[in-house]
C-alpha cells in the first residue's frame, strides 16, 4: 500500500522541542519533494515548511524560520521537522505530502500551492499539542 505515516506528535509545553517523522510505505522518497503542512482549528491549512529531493532546497513559513528545520533522509525512506522553541500557536493537525520534484518549479511552489489536491500522496496527520 502507498501512503505517507506521520509519528512522533504530542503534547509538549511552550519553549519546548519535537521532531516528527513522515515515513513513506509501498514507493521511495527519492525523486518526491516533501512537505510538512498544518492545520488549526478553525484556520485555513498552511505550508510550514518543504524540501525537495534534486537539490535539498528548503522553504519555511516565516513564522517558524529559525525555530523548525526540515531535513530527509533518503536512505530511511523519511522526513524529519525538527521543532524548536515551541509556541502555543504552532498547535495543530501535521500532514506531510509528497509530490513528484519534476512537477513543481520551485519547492515554495509546493508549500505554497495554488490546489491541495496536486499533492501526490497525503499522511492522515498527527496532531502537535503545545500548552502547559
Known amino acids: 500500500q502507498l501512503q505517507l505515516v506521520e509519528s512522533g506528535g504530542g503534547l509538549v509545553q511552550p519553549g519546548g522541542s519535537l521532531r516528527v517523522s513522515c515515513r513513506a510505505s509501498?514507493?521511495?522518497?527519492?525523486?518526491?519533494?516533501i512537505g510538512w503542512f498544518r492545520q488549526a482549528p478553525g484556520k485555513e491549512r498552511e505550508g510550514v515548511s518543504c524540501?525537495?529531493?534534486?537539490?535539498?532546497?528548503?522553504y519555511y513559513t516565516e513564522s517558524v524560520k529559525g525555530r523548525f528545520t526540515i531535513s530527509r533522509d533518503n536512505a530511511k525512506n523519511t522526513v524529519y521537522l525538527q521543532m524548536n522553541s515551541l509556541k502555543s500557536e504552532d498547535t495543530a493537525v501535521y500532514y506531510c505530502?509528497?509530490?513528484?520534484?519534476?512537477?513543481?518549479?520551485?519547492?515554495?511552489?509546493?508549500?505554497?500551492?495554488?490546489?491541495?489536491?496536486?499533492?501526490?500522496?497525503w499522511g492522515k496527520g498527527i496532531l502537535v499539542t503545545v500548552s502547559s
Open positions: 524540501i525537495s529531493s534534486s537539490d535539498g532546497s528548503t
Open positions: 509501498g514507493f521511495t522518497l527519492d525523486y518526491y519533494a
Open positions: 505530502a509528497a509530490i513528484l520534484d519534476l512537477r513543481i518549479t520551485t519547492i515554495q511552489a509546493m508549500c505554497v500551492p495554488t490546489d491541495y489536491s496536486g499533492m501526490d500522496y
